[in-house]
């Protein structure tokens, strides 16, 4: 059985851009519903605990210091199917790829800077919520 919720971040550049209303109203009109969601600042130590499972690939140097760069929106969504509903809602890692209409093809800049994350499986999903917010903090 899928989960009914998945974990979102609205990564640094698109927040410096002012993008975090009009993306939350297209997360809103995705028929997802908000359980939890914060502003922060991640330092890189946090950061680099964030995206531990990454700390082989090539890129995690640069995508830890990316996000601690500035503010991120953190957020647990609610809807059922949730995290393969949100991932095909918010289009390719790449912008350039993603389907027209998607969050990442209309606010992300690049593959590095692609606007949001999203949690790729319903255990991650669980995980990176709990890295964020405290049971208190979940509606």
Known sequence: MTGK??????????????????????????GFRVVAMK?????????????????????????????????????ILEKENA??????YIGATNPAEAEAGTIRAEYGTDLGMNAVHGSDSDENAIIEGNFFFSDLEKF
Do not use: D
């Open 5 to 30: 919720t998945t974990f979102t971040m609205i990564k640094p550049t698109a927040v410096k851009k002012g993008y975090i209303g009009p993306i939350m109203a297209k997360i809103a009109e995705g």
């Open 39 to 75: 502003m922060v600042h991640l330092t890189l130590e946090q950061a680099k605990k964030f995206y531990e499972i990454h700390k082989e690939r090539p890129f995690y140097g640069e995508l830890t210091g990316f996000m601690s760069s500035g503010p991120i929106v953190a957020a």
């Open 83 to 88: 995290v393969e509903a949100y991932r095909n």
